[in-house]
């Protein structure tokens, strides 16, 4: 008998970039398939030759952001209330919720963004984005910048370990924080520098 797993990998082998775009979909819309599964095996078939990046990538992006908005929308109008009494019948957990209402709670909509990048969080953001009532269009601004880096590294990372791409899906997690550091560092070095340059004009100006 086949797993879910391998059920989802006969259903990208044989519908391609639709089928990314359907179980990416599915993922941002709070239904537990890691994107490291669906996102790692498209990165093998464009290893493969059967699939472009930029395809896969669209597609993927696609998905997530039709499978977040439903989310969000979820959120919006039913609210916490309706999610964590109707929730576990589509697989949500509710301590997945509360850990994305943490974060939310802490970092506002930049939570939205941050949190693309983190296991189990990613999957979960938009519904305290919804119950928030934050502007849709802000929304989908986070969601797209903090999406689109997550999905080309995951298709690249797939397509660079061709066929030991499975590795993805047993250090998913770990390869989710220290991307989410690297990301934290670089960003941490462009602001010092972009400080240091503005303190260089000022003394400049001054002279």
């Known amino acids: 008998m086949e797993s879910v797993s391998e059920i989802f990998l006969g259903f990208i082998d044989t519908w391609g970039y639709m089928a990314v775009a359907v179980l990416m979909g599915m993922e941002n819309a709070c239904i537990p398939i890691p994107s490291e599964l669906i996102l790692g095996f498209a990165g093998y078939l464009i290893f493969a030759g059967r699939m472009s990046f930029a395809g896969a990538l669209c597609f993927g992006m696609l998905g997530g952001m039709l499978g977040s908005i439903f989310a969000y929308y979820v959120g919006h109008r039913g609210g916490r209330t309706f999610v964590d009494r109707y929730g576990r019948y589509f697989f949500i957990k509710k301590s997945h919720v509360d850990m994305a209402q943490h974060w939310f709670d802490r970092y506002g ?35 797209f910048i903090g999406s689109l ?3 080309a590294l995951i298709l690249g990372a797939g397509m660079m370990l ?8 047993e250090i998913g997690h770990e390869a989710s924080i220290a991307f989410v550091v690297i990301c934290v560092l670089l960003g941490a070095v462009l602001y010092l520098r972009h400080c240091h340059r503005k303190k260089a004009r000022g003394d400049a100006d001054a002279e």
């Open 149 to 151: 880096p997550w999905t």
């Open 109 to 143: 909509v930049r939570a939205v963004f941050f949190s693309r990048m983190l296991p189990i969080v990613r999957t979960f953001i938009s519904l305290p984005a919804g119950f928030a009532h934050v502007d849709i269009k802000r929304f989908l601004f986070y969601t």
């Open 162 to 169: 061709g066929e030991s791409w499975t590795l993805l899906t």
